[in-house]
């Protein structure tokens, strides 16, 4: 295993980051821990999972992720040696089954609460925004109206964060699905006002979702707040399986068809320009898109989820590979022509 620091902390993390979205819908209890102990076998110190977990969210099974992830840590007594990090559910329709108070000071103090208590933990190394609270273009769609009635709340979510970091509840904070101007106001509000800085972005980052590289791996580079980088393998549709028409009964996009982000006809056909690529040059599309990935000075971790132990053991072994310049070459040739198909 390959390892960093969250930036501007003394915290060491693995290179590939364990998700845990599909713990407690696609995979049961038992399959998590099974899934936990290996990783942690493979040298992984670093798991990532949110109060809004499994995926897709539902009232009846939200937060059950992370009880899984709370069983294992008291019956393996592993909690020294994992970095765990967690999120608190943004506003809007799709978490209004958890809170409809978005980041306000109760709500801080609630859904850590509730997350340490699920975890099992008196602390959570990484917490994070998962979704900004104010309506903003989070995918790319042209011609959308941004709500003018939002007031800036940026000091007073920091400040309520800054009493979970001074209790030791919390550690760090990062932020995710976040845009350049969120990102930076953090920054400026916590720079100017001596409050906890933002460490980690997890935001999408594949082959098929490069609009990272746009403006916020700037703002990642120059300010030094790591990349957090979810959806590796899009969906799945990176390994492989959708495009030969091998992908089992319960892979994730057969399951819930309505996750069509990287569905389309031209991410389909991009992948299918990665996929030659990659059995050109003796690799897996996984390991290719993953090492891919890996080798981005922007990216702190890569957070790999799987359904089964092969699957899982193919994701952590890319960390093993290097693209050479000339498959980096090649990828950039189809990137020209099918610049983010998935955005």
């Known amino acids: 295993?390959?390892?960093?620091?969250?930036?501007?902390?003394?915290?060491?993390?693995?290179?590939?980051?364990?998700?845990?979205?599909?713990?407690?819908?696609?995979?049961?209890?038992?399959?998590?821990?099974?899934?936990?102990?290996?990783?942690?076998?493979?040298g992984v110190n670093f798991i990532d999972t949110a109060e809004l977990y499994p995926v897709p969210a539902t009232a009846e099974l939200s937060g059950r992720t992370s009880k899984i992830i709370g069983t294992w840590l008291k019956k393996s007594g592993n909690r020294d040696k994992v970095v765990i990090a967690s999120k608190i559910a943004g506003g809007g329709d799709y978490t209004a089954h958890i809170r409809t108070t978005g980041f306000s000071p109760k709500a801080i103090k609630e859904a850590i609460d509730l997350e340490l208590e699920r975890l099992q933990t008196d602390y959570i190394d990484l917490y994070q925004l998962h979704w900004p609270e104010r309506d903003t273009n989070?995918?790319?769609?042209?011609?959308?109206?941004?709500d003018t009635?939002?007031?800036?709340?940026?000091?007073?979510?920091?400040?309520?964060?800054?009493?979970?970091?001074?209790?030791?509840?919390?550690?760090?904070?990062?932020?995710?699905?976040?845009?350049?101007?969120?990102?930076?106001?953090?920054?400026?509000?916590?720079?100017?006002?001596?409050?906890?800085?933002?460490?980690?972005?997890?935001?999408?980052?594949?082959?098929?979702?490069?609009?990272?590289?746009?403006?916020?791996?700037?703002?990642?580079?120059?300010?030094?707040?790591?990349?957090?980088?979810?959806?590796?393998?899009?969906?799945?549709?990176?390994?492989?399986?959708?495009?030969?028409?091998?992908?089992?009964?319960?892979?994730?996009?057969?399951?819930?068809?309505?996750?069509?982000?990287?569905?389309g006809e031209k991410a389909e056909e991009a992948a299918k320009h990665y996929l030659k690529i990659a059995e050109g040059n003796?690799?897996?599309?996984?390991?290719?898109?993953?090492?891919?990935?890996?080798?981005?000075?922007?990216?702190?971790?890569?957070?790999?989820?799987?359904?089964?132990?092969?699957?899982?053991?193919?994701?952590?072994?890319s960390i093993d590979v290097t693209l050479s310049e000339d498959v980096l070459q090649q990828i950039e040739e189809v990137h020209q022509v099918i610049p983010n198909p998935a955005p």
């Open 138 to 146: 989070r995918f790319g769609v042209r011609n959308f109206k941004l």
């Open 282 to 317: 003796n690799m897996t599309l996984a390991q290719m898109s993953l090492a891919f990935v890996n080798q981005q000075s922007f990216v702190t971790s890569t957070i790999i989820g799987a359904t089964n132990i092969e699957q899982l053991k193919e994701n952590i072994d």
């Open 149 to 263: 009635k939002w007031e800036d709340n940026f000091n007073e979510v920091l400040h309520s964060l800054d009493v979970e970091v001074k209790a030791g509840r919390i550690r760090n904070i990062g932020i995710s699905n976040e845009n350049s101007w969120g990102t930076m106001r953090y920054l400026e509000e916590s720079k100017h006002h001596n409050l906890p800085r933002v460490a980690t972005i997890q935001n999408a980052y594949s082959l098929l979702t490069r609009t990272f590289e746009t403006d916020l791996a700037e703002v990642a580079l120059r300010e030094n707040v790591g990349l957090l980088a979810y959806s590796p393998m899009a969906f799945g549709v990176l390994s492989g399986k959708y495009i030969k028409g091998k992908a089992d009964d319960n892979a994730r996009l057969k399951l819930f068809p309505r996750f069509a982000r990287y569905s």
């Open 1 to 42: 295993m390959k390892y960093t620091t969250i930036p501007n902390t003394g915290i060491k993390v693995s290179k590939i980051c364990l998700g845990s979205m599909t713990w407690g819908n696609q995979n049961n209890e038992a399959e998590g821990h099974q899934q936990m102990d290996y990783a942690i076998g493979q």
